[in-house]
């Protein structure tokens, strides 16, 4: 038998559920294979996910309200492939720090040089080079962005 919860402690269960709210990652790969790994990884693990098949709409989702800071619940970090069509992630990435953004950027490569690992590095993101331990990527986000975490209520 359930037991009846009135207004005042459903009030407060609500609040706490919506003050917990799991941590949103944009994962933009084009690659479908990759992207559902890392989708599944990450749900299993307490993530909520928004997905970009591309540059394009990597960039598209940066501008809109899913990344907000005063959004309710923003995109907390991002990992991304490098190399997609579209712009490239880099470019992206260039232009987020230069708005003096900090959220913490995963990239993943299978075409990483050392310019491009250097150029990441400096822009201050996390590469990873395919194929990579799928449990490291996990570990080095968990680290930055655990996946549930208070949220102040608006």
Request: hydrophobic share 40%; charged share 25%; glycine share 4%.
């Amino acid at each position: 038998m359930c037991p009846k919860v009135g207004p005042s402690e459903l009030s407060r269960i609500t609040s706490d559920y919506e003050s917990h709210k799991p941590c949103n990652i944009l994962l933009a790969e084009d690659d479908m294979h990759m992207r559902l790994l890392l989708t599944v990884n990450l749900k299993k693990r307490g993530y909520s996910v928004i997905e970009a098949e591309d540059g394009f709409q990597l960039a598209d989702l940066i501008q809109s309200e899913a990344v907000n800071e005063y959004n309710a619940n923003p995109v907390e970090a991002i990992i991304s492939d490098i190399r997609m069509p579209g712009p490239g992630t880099l470019k992206v990435l260039k232009e987020l720090r230069k708005v003096d953004w900090v959220m913490p950027i995963f990239l993943i490569t299978a075409f990483g040089d050392e310019v491009v690992h250097l150029e990441a590095r400096k822009l201050g993101a996390y590469i990873f080079d395919k194929p990579f331990e799928v449990s490291h990527l996990m570990s080095r986000l968990m680290a930055a962005v655990p996946p549930r975490r208070p949220r102040t209520v608006a």
